[in-house]
């Protein structure tokens, strides 16, 4: 019924719990995909997806595809949730030098049923999306400071696009968490993200890392204004 492209199942491992086994968060996730809308678990939703808890430190990002619908627009459409986890798992996997990163991934289950249904399988953030704390419906956690979290948040774009040859392309408040634990930044929701090819125009490449840094300025202006 699924297709299941476990892409890794070790990289989180680490920081999860080991009596649950891959199989089991795998049967779980399939679980909560076909049961669906699970109040109880709901972590956060976007535009394209709702977040639901899965046991041992992972969450399900489950897509819904609208592409077929009529109001849908072609030119908006963004990512495969392959190419989604994809691009994701690079980022998770990074080197960079800051404390900035993407949650782990873990793999992605495509309804070969229910065809316009996916989900992303990854690490679950315990963290504050920065977009609740502008709006005043969540708290920054202890030992926040603005400066040191945007400087080290740029230079982690910075390395997207320049190591890594990504452009984020929703690098809005909404897709921007704060870890609890040590007020760092983390990046989700590669779901509009593009990648760099040689061939690509260099004033492509600008326009597009531009729209990265406009959407970065807002959310440090915005959070600036009621910090
Ligand atoms: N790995 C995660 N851990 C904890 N919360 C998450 C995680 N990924 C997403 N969320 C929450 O769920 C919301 C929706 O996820 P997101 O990937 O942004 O979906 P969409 O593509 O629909 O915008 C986010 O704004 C965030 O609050
Ligand atoms: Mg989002």
Redesign the pocket.
């Known amino acids: 019924m699924f297709d299941d492209t476990i892409i890794s199942m070790e990289v989180i491992r680490s920081n999860a719990d080991k009596l649950i086994t891959p199989e089991t968060i795998k049967e779980t996730a399939i679980a909560k995909l076909l049961e669906f809308e699970q109040e109880e678990f709901f972590?956060?939703?976007?535009?394209?997806?709702?977040?639901y808890d899965l046991p041992g430190g992972y969450?399900l990002?489950i897509?819904t595809d609208k592409s077929n619908e009529p109001s849908s627009d072609m030119f908006l459409k963004?990512n495969s949730p392959h190419q989604e986890a994809m691009i994701q798992q690079q980022m998770s996997r990074a080197t960079f030098d800051g404390a900035t990163r993407a949650?782990g991934m873990f793999g992605v289950l495509q309804a070969t049923t229910q065809a316009d249904t996916n989900a992303i399988i990854?690490?679950?953030?315990?963290?504050v999306?920065l977009?609740?704390v502008i709006n005043g419906t969540a708290e920054l956690p202890d030992g926040f400071d603005i400066h040191p979290f945007f400087d080290d948040l740029e230079a982690y774009v910075k390395h997207m696009h320049k190591q890594e040859k990504l452009v984020h392309m929703?690098l809005h408040a909404?897709?921007i968490?704060i870890d609890r634990e040590t007020a760092t930044p983390?990046v989700?929701?590669f779901?509009n993200s593009i990648r760099t090819t040689d061939t690509t125009p260099e004033i492509q490449i600008h326009t597009n890392e531009d729209q990265d840094w406009t959407s970065l300025d807002k959310a440090f202006n915005d959070l600036d204004k009621i910090n």
């Open positions: 972590i956060g939703e976007g535009n394209a997806a709702k977040v969450c990002k897509i963004g949650p990854m690490e679950r953030l315990d963290a999306n977009q609740h929703d909404r897709n968490m983390r989700i929701d779901g």
